[in-house]
């Protein structure tokens, strides 16, 4: 299906690379028709059959349908929401990383403080938090600690330095370790407060 689109060469190694680049997409559709027409508690399995999506086989559909009805598969979908459900910090980057991420805020924006760089990978869309979730009660205590930095600031402080202030004393106490918590393993203190990490990865 791909080739009707695209001139590619052929070889192993093409098909190999091309199996890789469309697996997540296509997870991903899958989860979306599941979620979008796929129902075990209010529908029988002929129902489900019948309930066939656009621009899917009734072939391919069933197939689908049997093996989301598996036993195995029912336990193994468990599993994952409950994983899911674990994860109180779940960021908006998607496969950009950090670093990256970082370098595009600062060609649309310019400086940034670490509380703003915050908000743009927990945030929603529109900018708000999921009341009861960490990044939530982080950024309302952080919000609250940078208001009251300002009013007893009796000096020009630039707002960037108040707001990173705020955030390295909630995050970290005080004392930025050598691998920050928030930001996944890996990680060093370079590349979250510093510039040479994003230098060696500008070249």
């Given at each position: 299906?791909?080739?009707?689109?695209?001139?590619l060469?052929?070889?192993?190694?093409?098909?190999?690379?091309?199996?890789?680049?469309i697996?997540?997409?296509?997870?991903?559709?899958?989860?979306?028709?599941k979620?979008?027409f796929?129902?075990?508690?209010?529908?029988s399995?002929?129902?489900?059959?019948?309930?066939?999506?656009?621009?899917?086989?009734?072939?391919?559909?069933?197939?689908?349908?049997?093996?989301?009805?598996?036993?195995?598969?029912m336990?193994?979908?468990?599993?994952?929401?409950?994983?899911?459900?674990?994860?109180?910090?779940?960021?908006?980057?998607?496969?950009?990383?950090?670093?990256?991420?970082?370098?595009?805020?600062?060609?649309?924006?310019?400086?940034?403080?670490?509380?703003a760089?915050?908000?743009?990978?927990?945030?929603?869309?529109?900018?708000?938090?999921?009341?009861?979730?960490l990044?939530?009660?982080?950024?309302?205590?952080?919000?609250?600690?940078v208001?009251?930095?300002?009013?007893?600031?009796s000096?020009?402080k630039?707002?960037?330095?108040?707001?990173?202030?705020?955030?390295?004393?909630?995050?970290y106490?005080?004392?930025v370790p050598?691998?920050?918590?928030?930001?996944?393993?890996?990680?060093?203190?370079?590349d979250?407060?510093?510039?040479?990490?994003?230098l060696r990865?500008?070249?």
């Open positions: 299906m791909i080739r009707k689109h695209f001139v060469p052929d070889g192993p190694l093409v098909n190999k690379a091309l199996v890789m680049r697996d997540k997409p296509w997870n991903n559709h899958r989860y979306k028709l979620k979008d796929f129902d075990p508690v209010n529908k399995r002929e129902e489900n059959y019948a309930n066939v999506p656009d621009g899917v086989s009734t072939r391919s559909w069933t197939e689908l349908v049997d093996y989301w009805l598996l036993p195995e598969a336990e193994k979908s468990e599993m994952g929401k409950n994983a899911r459900a674990l994860q109180g910090n779940k960021h908006n980057s998607g496969a950009t990383s950090f670093a990256n991420r970082r370098i595009d805020m600062k060609e649309k924006k310019g400086e940034f403080s670490e509380l760089f915050f908000k743009s990978v927990y945030a929603k869309e529109d900018g708000s938090f999921k009341e009861g979730t990044p939530h009660q982080f950024v309302e205590d952080a919000n609250k600690k208001q009251e930095n300002l009013a007893s600031s000096s020009s630039p707002v960037i330095e108040i707001e990173n202030a705020a955030f390295n004393e909630l995050m106490k005080g004392e050598k691998r920050p918590l928030n930001y996944r393993f890996g990680l060093k203190q370079s979250i407060f510093g510039v040479e990490g994003l990865k500008e070249g």
